[in-house]
């Protein structure tokens, strides 16, 4: 090969060397560094054939054209080896680092290594000596580096950062000094966190560096959290666990496994501490779990008759516990009815009790019997062969099965209790019984149809199918139901015997 031919071929390689790559992007990486290599070795023979080797180049100096040629040459072959070297370190660092430390180690040595070739350049191409430009660059970066002290900390913070990877964007973190939310991106000076209250907040690398940092999400987005509530020292320790761990299963933004735990963590002469701990799927959930298993919490003591410590307070009284006629003035169903017709169907209701595990109605059984949840809790189930659905569960003053009873349509779910439950029922013959002794109340029993709609959907045993009926048909069979209770067994009787 002559050394004209060299120069073109030389020229040719360079120009592809450069061209080629914004062309094969989508290429994969293995085949960009495989690319890079055999140019730099095509182009590293005709270099050697036009001029010796790239360390020690003889130019031409007759002829000034062919000089710059030359030259031009030696900067494409460093440009080349700079790239070349690049795509074996990016190569490299994908296959022997996470995937996710790729983009900013490559980086830093990408820069490195242009830093070299220009140095290179300057010291083999141009034959100008870089000692005197090392010390002069030395002083500037001293220079530069003290301007920009704050600037370079951030950065550099940025790097370390990136290659320990503590959080990534998505993440919900948690920073010292009260900054908490999801990551949104992370730069080289600055990580960006969107906050709970819809702000963004921009966090310097190097303030992040330094504080200490939770990381919600890490290693999975299941969390364990627990709250402390404090009771009246007087009452009893039993008592206040059975409650608390029925308040917090009756939730249902608490995660079955692991199972919730209840511990007294603290005992004093004004109260007793008790940590409940529980799992929620994902810590953006952790305000409407808390808050749910705050209004469990406080809805089953105050049921169960259990004062809130009060600091400073040794000895309280207890809560007075909500009698049957309460619970019946505070339902859904029968609140609206006036206090004397509450109190007589108050005293049809029977206390019953259910130990955990006993089912309290089962789905397709003959509606009967309405529960009113005095305490404990109450799951109530799809109840089909093989799910597991959990549609709702119960606490105290919770009630199921009315529009069953009602409709007579049999019960579409399955109520067990989870814990041990005290419930009161009222069947068909109490609603009957109390009528026979107060016929008016047939009248304000027909006012409840007027909100029948939306009865029907609070009731979470009853069939899906009811749901859509219209007020006027509700009604028909509301009344329905009530002239058949309200019946004598005599009239009855007359009414067949006629028939």
């Known amino acids: 090969m002559t050394t004209e031919a060299a120069k073109i071929s030389a020229t040719m390689l360079v120009f592809a060397a450069m061209v080629v790559p914004w062309i094969t992007r989508g290429w994969p990486l293995w085949a960009r560094a495989a690319w890079r290599v055999a140019v730099f070795i095509a182009l590293t023979y005709t270099v050697l054939r036009m001029g010796g080797s790239p360390f020690a180049p003889h130019?031409?100096?007759a002829q000034t054209g062919d000089r710059i040629w030359?030259?031009?040459?030696?900067?494409?072959?460093?440009?080349?080896?700079a790239q070349c070297a690049i795509g074996i370190v990016r190569l490299l660092v994908v296959f022997e680092t996470k995937p996710r430390e790729t983009r900013i180690v490559s980086d830093l040595m990408a820069g490195l290594i242009h830093l070299l070739t220009l140095f290179a350049v300057i010291n083999f191409v141009f034959e100008v000596p870089v000692g005197g430009l090392l010390a002069t660059s030395g002083v500037i970066a001293i220079v530069l580096g003290l301007a920009l002290q704050s600037s370079l900390s951030d950065v550099f913070s940025g790097v370390a950062v990136g290659i320990e990877r503590p959080y990534s964007p998505g993440d919900l973190v948690w920073v010292e000094g009260g900054i908490e939310g999801r990551v949104v991106q992370v730069n080289w000076r600055s990580t960006h966190i969107a906050t709970l209250n819809g702000d963004v907040a921009i966090v310097p690398n190097s303030v992040m560096a330094k504080a200490r940092l939770v990381n919600h999400s890490l290693p999975t987005k299941v969390r364990r959290v627990s709250i402390t509530v404090r009771v009246a020292a007087n009452e009893r320790p039993d008592r206040c666990m059975a409650v608390l761990n029925a308040a917090v299963k009756t939730c249902m933004l608490v995660a079955a496994t692991p199972p919730p735990s209840v511990a007294r963590s603290e005992l004093q002469g004004d109260g007793v501490a008790y940590d409940i701990s529980f799992t929620i799927s994902s810590i953006k959930v952790f305000v409407e779990a808390r808050t749910e298993l705050l209004g469990h919490i406080q809805s089953h003591l105050r049921h169960a008759g259990i004062a809130l410590a009060v600091p400073g307070v040794p000895i309280q009284?207890?809560?007075?516990?909500?009698?049957?006629?309460t619970l019946l003035e505070e339902s859904d169903w029968f609140g609206i009815l006036t206090d004397a017709d509450r109190t007589l169907l108050a005293d049809q209701l029977v206390e019953v009790w259910f130990a955990a595990g006993d089912q309290?109605?089962?789905?397709g059984d003959d509606p009967k019997v309405?529960?009113?949840?005095?305490?404990?809790?109450?799951e109530i189930?799809?109840?089909?062969?093989?799910?597991?659905?959990?549609?709702f569960r119960l606490g105290p003053g919770g009630s199921l099965g009315a529009i069953g009873m009602i409709t007579g349509t049999p019960y579409a779910a399955t109520a067990t209790a989870m814990t041990p439950v005290t419930a009161y029922r009222l069947d068909r013959k109490g609603v009957g019984d109390a009528i026979a002794a107060r016929p008016d109340l047939v009248k304000s029993l027909e006012v409840l149809a007027r909100r029948g709609q939306e009865l029907n959907r609070r009731d979470v045993v009853a069939r899906q199918a009811d749901y859509a009926q219209p007020p006027?048909?509700?009604l028909s069979k509301l009344r329905s139901f009530l002239r058949k209770v309200s019946e004598s067994p005599r009239d009855e009787d007359q009414r067949r015997h006629r028939l």
């Open 370 to 378: 309405l529960f009113i949840v005095a305490s404990g809790a109450v």
């Open 70 to 81: 030359q030259q031009v040459i030696e900067i494409g072959w460093w440009l080349v080896a």
């Open 381 to 391: 189930t799809d109840g089909t062969p093989g799910s597991t659905e959990v549609i």
């Open 59 to 61: 130019f031409d100096a």
């Open 317 to 325: 009284g207890g809560l007075q516990v909500p009698t049957a006629a």
């Open 472 to 474: 006027e048909m509700f």
């Open 360 to 363: 309290l109605m089962k789905r």
